[in-house]
């Protein structure tokens, strides 16, 4: 079956320009993360979905940060007047519950999406 | 204090080797854990959830340890396609998931 995908794979943009990236998780899966991966650095959780609603937003790095998702499935993360230090690998997990405190809680990754901001 | 902390190593072992990497966790109330795999440049996979009992999978076998705060992953007779960093993953309060920093493992013939 399909697992995780985002688009773009790569985009490279230029300082000050807004950025969306998308993510399509597994179909049936109601939960959904969004992280942030630096140049050899560790996952920065960033955001979660349980359907369409984000409960927490405290992760998002700034008021740039923003992302939604739909019909309980597609979700967008925007960045707005991008800056230099948000390049990074952007990642979208999806689970099939949330919460369980089980093996249903396992997230699979997509690709990620490589950002550069030049 | 970061949530979750592991050893970033690089472990540089020989190829049959036997290898096994802690993370230490912050939160006494985190309900779930696993060990996941990154490969260079590649998302994360998971290897195995790991559960109180312990669990083996093959050549792998992952602990928990409540009571000192910590999970263990130990590898049996490693081989070259080892290589890779091994994340450490933390669930508190039933929606945010803590990834550790990953330690590094390279498999050497």
């Known amino acids: 079956g399909a697992g995780v995908s985002q688009s773009p794979s790569n985009k490279v943009t230029e300082k000050g320009k807004d950025v969306e990236l998308r993510c399509d998780p597994i179909?049936?899966?109601?939960?959904l993360y969004w992280y942030r991966q630096s140049l050899g650095q560790g996952l920065e959780f960033l955001i979660y979905f349980q359907g369409n609603s984000a409960p927490d937003k405290s992760g998002l790095p700034s008021d740039r940060f923003s992302a939604e998702r739909t019909g309980g499935s597609v979700s967008t993360l925007t960045i707005q007047r991008t800056q230099q230090e948000d390049s990074a690998v952007y990642l979208c997990?999806?689970?099939?519950?949330?919460?369980?405190?089980?093996?249903?809680?396992?997230?699979?990754f997509g690709p990620g999406t490589r950002l550069t901001v030049l | 204090r970061k949530e979750v902390e592991q050893d970033p190593g690089p472990f540089n072992v020989p190829e049959g080797a036997t290898v096994a990497f802690n993370c230490t966790y912050s939160?006494?109330?985190?309900?779930?854990f696993f060990w996941y795999r990154q490969d260079c440049r590649k998302e994360p996979k998971l290897l195995m959830s790991?559960?109180?009992s312990g669990n083996e999978d093959g050549r792998f076998t992952a602990q928990l340890n409540r009571a000192s705060q910590y999970i263990s992953l130990l590898i049996r007779d490693s081989k070259l396609s080892d290589s890779a960093t091994y994340l450490c993953?933390?669930?508190?309060?039933?929606?945010?998931?803590?990834f550790g920093s990953g330690t590094k493992l390279n498999v050497k013939p």
């Open positions: 993953v933390v669930n508190f309060n039933f929606n945010k998931f803590y």
């Open positions: 997990a999806s689970s099939l519950v949330l919460g369980s405190g089980s093996v249903t809680d396992t997230q699979y």
């Open positions: 790991v559960y109180s």
């Open positions: 939160n006494s109330a985190s309900q779930s």
């Open positions: 179909s049936g899966h109601t939960a």
